[in-house]
């Protein structure tokens, strides 16, 4: 089974925790990026009106994959939406997909993620792990929205989050 690791990350958590990931499963890592610069604001706007930004590569690269697992935030409760290009893609194609986020959770976790995902890809994922920022802040503080935003995981946490992730996705008993 041929596995793409394709990730898009504000901050480089995901695109971390993706590399990690693809590294342990040797595989390919292909790195989202918007065309114009994503801001703050334009983040909130695209999740206000359901944007969907311009990217790089292009969703038709992922077309050679039986299986696509995508790394991203949660932002407002909903996907980051540099992966909406692709999750459009995968639900025209019925191809298999995960989801997995490193994301903040200082209001809690995302309750709603699962559906969301399956308006996007008209499927439910082949996995789905929602992991957060706030579980490696110090347990004694309530940790806020501007520290779990702030927060950028290390290479021990990246590893830590990989190893869960990657028998979780051992579960799926895939073949790469």
Same mark, same amino acid.
């Given at each position: 089974?041929? &596995? ?20 342990? +499963? ?42 696509? +697992? ?8 909903? &996907? ?13 194609? %019925? ?7 490193? %994301? ?24 789905? +792990? ?47």
């Amino acid at each position: 089974m041929k &596995i793409a690791v394709v990730s898009y990350s504000y901050t480089d958590n995901n695109d971390k925790l993706a590399a990690c990931v693809a590294q342990a +499963l040797s595989v390919e890592h292909k790195k989202i990026t918007t065309q114009k610069p994503m801001t703050m604001g334009k983040l909130i706007l695209d999740m206000i009106f359901n944007r969907i930004p311009k990217v790089n590569p292009a969703p038709k690269a992922l077309d050679s994959y039986d299986l696509v +697992l995508f790394f991203a935030p949660v932002w407002m409760g909903h &996907i980051a939406s540099p992966l909406r290009p692709y999750l459009r893609t995968i639900k025209s194609s %019925s191809k298999a997909y995960g989801f997995l986020s490193i %994301s903040g959770g200082a209001d809690g976790g995302n309750p709603k993620l699962l559906a969301e995902l399956l308006k996007r890809t008209g499927a439910k994922p082949s996995i789905l +792990l929602d992991q957060h920022i706030k579980d490696f802040i110090d347990q004694n503080t309530d940790p806020t929205r501007k520290d779990t935003s702030e927060h950028k995981i290390s290479e021990a946490e990246a590893s830590m989050l990989s190893t869960t992730a990657v028998k979780e996705i051992n579960k799926l008993n895939i073949h790469v």
